[in-house]
T-cell receptor
Framework: IAGITQAPTSQILAAGRRMTLRCTQD?????MYWYRQDLGLGLRLIHY???????GKGEVPDGYSVSRANTDDFPLTLASAVPSQTSVYFC???????????FGQGTRLTVV | EDKVVQSPLSLVVHEGDTVTLNCSYE??????LLWYKQEKKAPTFLFML????IEKKSGRLSSILDKKELFSILNITATQTGDSAVYLC???????????FGTGTRLKVLA
């Protein structure tokens, strides 16, 4: 693994199903983020974690949950998917406060 | 409420043209402003700006910050088709690790 990895790269999901998007980084970054990107709306923060063991809500947290059991992993769970959650999801991480965030390659999720 | 606004939303130019992209922000306890380029997939980092008036440069791209007027510009000279992308501006929200992104400027460079 080099950098930040997301899985799967794409998924079609039936409405009502549960889904976990995976995110792993090997840079020992403290902060991790989940964003969704929709046309015309840019990147919107879903949840974030400043350090292992802590999480916080972003702009659009409803319908999503996260956990941060260790430094490397930050999974995003949709408990019961709805069509409005169709989007491209990006995981990102950052080390120190004044450094840039690195992004994973994204997961394209379609809820039908 | 913290916010970041980019303009224009989209831009179409011809190869060789020079473009200027704008990013204005309202954030308390400002620390830095970042520019990213997004082609097909993940945003890739271009610049981080923390001080007014100091230009950051990388090849044909340059950027500068004005902390008094609360904006930054990204210039691309002698544009090429490979510059076609969405350019994103981001600012960390007040005293937190959270980035606020603008909606981006979609640049298309025609051959």
């Amino acid at each position: 693994i080099a950098g930040i990895t997301q899985a799967p790269t794409s998924q079609i999901l039936a409405a009502g199903r549960r889904m976990t998007l995976r995110c792993t980084q090997d840079m020992r970054h403290n902060a991790m983020y989940w964003y969704r990107q929709d046309l015309g709306l840019g990147l919107r923060l879903i949840h974030y974690s400043n350090t292992a063991g802590t999480t916080g809500k972003g702009e659009v947290p409803d319908g999503y949950s996260v956990s941060r059991a260790n430094t490397d992993d930050f999974p995003l769970t949709l408990a019961s998917a709805v069509p409005s959650q169709t989007s491209v999801y990006f995981c990102a991480s950052r080390g120190h406060l004044n450094t840039e965030a690195f992004f994973g390659q994204g997961t394209r999720l379609t809820v039908v | 409420e913290d916010k970041v606004v980019q303009s224009p939303l989209s831009l179409v130019v011809h190869e060789g043209d020079t473009v200027t992209l704008n990013c204005s922000y309202e954030v308390t306890n400002f620390r830095s402003l970042l520019w990213y380029k997004q082609e097909k997939k993940a945003p890739t980092f271009l610049f981080m700006l923390t001080s007014s008036g100091i230009e950051k440069k990388s090849g044909r791209l340059s950027s500068i910050l004005d902390k008094k007027e609360l904006f930054s510009i990204l210039n691309i000279t002698a544009t090429q088709t490979g510059d076609s992308a969405v350019y994103l501006c981001a600012v960390p929200s007040s005293g937190t690790y959270k980035y606020i992104f603008g909606t981006g400027t979609r640049l298309k460079v025609l051959a």
